[in-house]
């Protein structure tokens, strides 16, 4: 009887090493994948297989926008090679997308597999520290070749969506959905911008903010001189100021009061973290324009803000440019010196983004201070890295623990 078992065993391992026996590509044989429905409804079998599918846009091959949407997955060689597909993403911080497309044989769509896993782990990255559970989202995310298509998808359900794909390309499919009943087509125009705090002057395209001008005119409370954009940065920041800053307090109480008023009325630009060509990012999420006055920014609009203010303040403040995600993020920190120590401050990463929007205000606070006055060995810790000759952040004694 065990020598039986035995010869059993051994045939097995034996019928797995054979070709098309044992191969992974999401359950399906790429060689001989076959089926009769279209880019659009298998993209909608993998939404319906979601026990909660996601709203979505969707693009097609018929929309002005395919083309060039479909490039950033598979560049533009192959992009062009690709005959109908079919393409479904969020709006804004949310990582869930799908992207099906189509070629004349299955060569291409082989080839199409790994520049989309490039994509995912790009989507990783871009999500990484600002929205931490849509990056895990998008670590679960997957691309294989079926035949003819390349299928890629980001969804909560991916074994769910693996098994609607092996469905699709059996014997005995199902009949295939539809995809209208299952995401919104892609009907937007651009909103117009954001105007200054004031709304009495238009900002014009050539004004950029400029931090010294607006400093000087914080500490001197004269605002003479001052293009509209900066003006209306200096006017923002007097109010908050204003609101947030008493005589009273010490610079750490001042910081500490800046992190957290950030943290409750910003928010990471959603355009930015958006895969989709709906919405833009704002132009000035980069400086304290965008944050204080259009209510959004990046690593780059957080840090300049804060430095902002601490230069106001009379903190000592210097802004890092370094790098998150083992390098493939460009990122942004401040230091801040209180009584002769420095302290490392992420205000970015003190406002993560949960389940695609800011979550509530208790939430916040509690996230608020996880990256406030920290080491340079925890930030090193967690996935912070630079190059610049920057002060060793050491100190301890302001650290926020709550």
């Not at 003190?350 to 201070?369: E, F, Q, S």
Request: aromatic share 10%.
């Amino acid at each position: 009887m065990r020598r039986t078992i035995s010869s059993i065993l051994i045939l097995t391992f034996l019928l797995l090493l054979l070709p098309g026996c044992g191969g992974d590509n999401g359950g399906a044989d790429p060689a001989g994948a076959e089926t009769d429905y279209n880019s659009a409804q298998l993209a909608a079998a993998l939404l319906e297989s979601q026990r909660e599918p996601p709203e979505m846009y969707f693009l097609t091959a018929d929309d002005a926008e395919f083309s060039a949407y479909a490039a950033v997955y598979l560049g533009e060689e192959l992009a062009s090679r690709v005959t109908d597909g079919s393409i479904c993403y969020p709006f804004g911080p949310l990582a869930s997308e799908v992207a099906v497309f189509a070629f004349t044989d299955s060569a291409d769509a082989e080839s199409a597999v790994e520049p989309m896993e490039a994509y995912i782990e790009a989507r990783v990255s871009a999500f990484f520290g600002y929205a931490p559970e849509e990056a895990e989202l998008a670590e679960e995310g997957r691309a294989g070749a079926y035949g003819r298509f390349a299928v890629l998808y980001i969804l909560a359900g991916p074994a769910a969506a693996e098994r609607a794909l092996e469905r699709a390309f059996s014997e005995n499919a199902p009949e295939p959905p539809e995809l209208a009943g299952l995401a919104s087509p892609l009907h937007w125009e651009p909103a117009a911008p954001d105007g200054p705090a004031s709304g009495d002057t238009e900002i014009g395209p050539d004004d950029a903010y400029d931090h010294d001008a607006v400093l000087s005119a914080l500490k001197t409370g004269c605002a003479d001189g001052l293009s509209p954009k900066n003006r209306a940065v200096y006017e923002a920041a007097m109010e908050v100021m204003a609101e947030i800053i008493t005589p009273d307090m010490t610079d750490y109480e001042r910081e500490l009061a800046v992190n957290d008023y950030l943290v409750l009325n910003a928010r990471y630009d959603p355009a930015e973290l958006s895969s989709g060509p709906v919405g833009a990012p704002d132009p000035d999420n980069d400086n304290p324009y965008g944050l204080l006055v259009n209510g959004v920014g990046i690593c780059l609009g957080y840090t300049t803000t804060f430095q902002l203010f601490m230069d106001a303040l009379g903190i000592e403040c210097v802004t890092v440019h370094g790098y998150a995600y083992g390098r493939s993020e460009e990122h942004a920190w401040n230091l801040v010196r209180l009584e002769g120590d420095w302290y490392a401050v992420d205000v970015t990463w003190n406002d993560p983004v949960y389940d695609g929007w800011v979550p509530a205000d208790a939430t916040i606070l509690a996230c608020a201070h996880v990256y406030f006055n920290v080491t340079s060995d925890f930030l090193r810790e967690t996935d912070h890295e630079w190059d610049e000759d920057v002060p060793e952040a050491t100190g301890t004694k302001y650290a926020c623990l709550d």
